[in-house]
């Protein structure tokens, strides 16, 4: 005589069990709402660049080397950047980013390098000092500025930029200057999209400067 089976347990015998599965679950979908959010806002930005002439494209730094070269995912930017001023949109290239912790490197002359090498010779302003998005735009407004700057292209990946519109908006920096966008496809950004390293760390700088009032 087979012997009577015993009731199955639940998978959380514990209410903080069921309180932190709850709590990643959340999680995890807040995190895959705002990826997507930044997914569609990229597509939009690529499909619409920018239309009128400005004084400067800023173009925003990123890590200055990837497996000893230079990081593509920050030349590609530097391309874009070129690109408007051969297209005669910009009159001039800013390079924003300061020193990479990661090799020593500082970005923006990285960025000026690359643009030398590609055959820039067009007039150029290095900020090498900021270490984050929000210190890009802070520590270029008075470079801008001392320039005679008045209407600014702002350059970065696709994934970068709806982070980036905010903290225009929020700083005040659309007020001092006119912006407008531009998405660069990177090398980084056609192979990988959104799955890339940076991209899948946007949601998390977006709830990091969320939390510290610098987007709304």
Excluded at 45 to 58: E, I, K
Excluded at 83 to 89: F, T
Excluded at 117 to 125: E, H, R, V
Aim: hydrophobic share 45%; aromatic share 8%; charged share 20%.
């Amino acid at each position: 005589m087979s012997r009577p089976r015993s009731p199955r347990r639940p998978w959380f015998r514990r209410p903080w069990q069921v309180v932190l599965f709850g709590g990643l679950l959340a999680g995890a979908l807040a995190y895959v709402a705002i990826a997507a959010m930044v997914w569609r806002h990229a597509e939009q930005v690529l499909d619409n660049p920018p239309q009128r002439p400005a004084d400067a494209a800023l173009i925003l730094g990123n890590r200055a080397y990837l497996d000893g070269k230079p990081n593509p995912c920050l030349t590609g930017r530097v391309d874009t950047g070129i690109a408007l001023a051969r297209a005669g949109l910009v009159r001039q290239l800013v390079y924003s980013g300061g020193v990479d912790t990661e090799d020593g490197r500082i970005e923006a002359e990285v960025m000026q390098q690359h643009a030398n090498a590609m055959g820039y010779t067009g007039p150029a302003l290095l900020e090498p000092v900021s270490s984050s998005t929000r210190l890009n735009l802070a520590l270029s407004t008075p470079l801008l500025q001392a320039a005679g700057v008045r209407s600014v292209v702002v350059v970065s990946e696709p994934y970068h930029l709806w982070r980036i519109e905010r903290l225009v908006r929020k700083s005040g920096f659309d007020k001092t200057f006119d912006v407008q966008y531009a998405a660069a496809p990177t090398s980084c950004w056609r192979t990988w999209g959104m799955l890339f390293k940076g991209a899948l760390r946007e949601p998390a700088a977006i709830v990091n400067n969320a939390g510290h009032g610098y987007l709304f």
